[in-house]
């Protein structure tokens, strides 16, 4: 193979670019008008979050009550706050506000709705709640719930908030949209401004942008008619899109821009393109491979959110690649020599920026390696101290809390909270099947049985059900029951029908309590004679997700971890080298999901990044941080490692090769990691917490790994290790020989440190 490697397929493609440049751009541009009027409409078709384990017990249960009982599990919550402080408990006061809301309950899509009767704290008789029950699901309520929260009458001398788990998915859906909207204002210009510095020209600078831009709206586009066909797509979806493909479309657009710009510079346009495919654009497609990897992981864990962000994820990475590799080539083969056009600053300044940088990297290189003990040992203190928190994470499923107060299902949560007891807000309920009609003495025999059985487990505050009506026997319920307007009063408010009844268990500790956990458990695990229980309510659904995430764990760390060391195996040759960058990956991911940790659960400098729920982790943020950032630091792993066994395999000498891989890649590496910091790190300031999790948990360990651990682990480690670093069977690759590198380079720096 020559020195450019134009023997590869990536080199004949670059030419075949080349060729068809403006049928390509042409194709793009079709491609992206037809497909951004679908983007557009992304955010409004994705109507469900995605965390609903499907065919979990939890649903089971509400089909039971749903069908049995009449319940439904689309609800709205009125919070009703009096504006003098008035009284609202008493019974005048009820029904009251009950004949202002009548107008309501006229509505085709009201089934029904009642004055919230959970205990209350004192001092908030100022506060009370009506809970409205809707004739349709979630998703067709989303619909039309501005129409909803319109048809919401006033009452005479309060303020009404909405809340409840269809506003709370209305708000996160409004959310989603302005996100994306807050995240690119903050984000783009912050990117800009680092593709300026690196390049020094308007021309250079606005690709990368282009390119992200694009990747991102036409993967939009597409992942449209899949939440068409699938409904269960996450409303997630379109942020994760947007930070990932501004992310990763930049950073490879960066990485093929500056090599064609090193290439430009020798006067042939077809061959600087042809160039930059065979190194840049084939490094673009191996770095999208390492992020799949993570991708693919997600779908292991078998909850709707980890699938739409495992499709999302794939999907803008390969369109990403594919624009590096076809978009980007033919626009750079119609500029040609006037890429470096329109520069931004004076020549003088350019020259001094980037003379500022040459050598640098190398120098760094040798400090590291002329004292790699005492780094190494620095560096991992420093990652371990970052990491620690980790050992202390307390994982739940919030709710409203994803919301800043701003948003009106928020702040009525939060009045929720602070008018009643949330253990009874969030009781379990538990449908039951009964032997005969509920009037019936075997029935209430049964059921209260059931009830004395549930009181003596641990973790049980209290237990209700139709036959706390009366506190006596089975045969003084039984007659009590047989009075027409008990039975009617029971119906009506969907407490029995027929041979079904719902009974109410609440805790004595939180929704995520180990105890609460134990407690769901051995109540599903319950056998009891004549009766059939399902076992629902929000503590069950939150233990039915963090079961799921439970299970998926130990397959998608096995694939990662499995996948990422074969493929980083035969890229190069070296037992060693694969396992070195899994480790330093495992230190940079800890190091970020760590100081998550130490914000979104300690507190600590909550405020300077508006979180306004402190105490736990988003069971989704460990998971999904590892899967995502595993495959972006492995990106730059690649990258680097990459460059120093290019070196290895000319010379045979391993810290020579260090400090050329180091100094060849250390400035792009650097700007291809702030650009990912911005970009991502803009979520940071957006509303939802979810993404403000993600968001800072993936800008720290980018810039971890970035600067931390590719600029000083990395390289002391490879001077430790020496030419172990290159070790592997005989039988399993054929020797290095300096004569057989796979691309040559000429060995010196361009005047943007940016070959790869």
Known sequence: MNQHGEENMFYRWGRFVYLFRRAIVAAW????????????QLPSQLQQNGFSPEDSPYLIGIEKLEEGLGLSSTTIDIVIVGKEGENLTTGKQQKRILNELAPLQDKPYVRDMFINIASRQPGQDHIISVTVMLNEDTVEALKHFDEIRADIPPITGADTYLTGNTAVFADMNEAVKNDIFTAEIIGLPLALLILLLVFGTFTAAVLPLVAGLVSVMVTMGLLYFVAVFDGSISNFLPNVVTMLGLAVGIDYALFVVSRFREEISKGNTERAIAISCGSAGKAVVFSGAAVWIGFLGM??????IFRSFSIGGIAVVLVSVLAANTLLPALLSMLGPKIDT??????????????RGSGMWRKISAFVMARPIIISISVIVLLVIAIYPVKSMKVEIPAAEVLPPSYESRYGYDLLKQAYDIRELSSILVAVELPDSYETTQSVGAMKSYMDQVRQLPGVQRVESYTSVSRGSVEQ???YLSRPEIRQQLEKYHVVRDKMAAAAIVPKYGDSDKVTEELIVQLRNMDMPGIQTYITGTPPYKLDIVEKIRQGIPYVLLFVFVTTYVVLLFAFRSVILPLKAVIMNVLSLGAGLGIVVWVFQEGMGAQWFGVTHTGSIFALLPILIFCVVFGISMDYEVILLSRIMESYEATGDNELSTAEGLENTGGLITSAALILAFVVGAFIFTDNEVMKAIGLGLTAAVLLD??????LLVPAFMKLLGKANWWSPAWMFRRRHGSEASVKYDGKIGSDQSEI
């Open 299 to 304: 779908a292991f864990i078998d909850l709707p």
């Open 29 to 40: 541009f079709v491609l992206f008008c037809v497909l951004i009027p679908f983007a557009l």
């Open 477 to 479: 319920v039984t007659e």
């Open 342 to 355: 329109l520069p931004v600053f004076g020549s003088r300044f350019r020259h001094a920026l980037h003379g």
């Open 706 to 711: 970035a600067t931390v651990i590719r600029v």
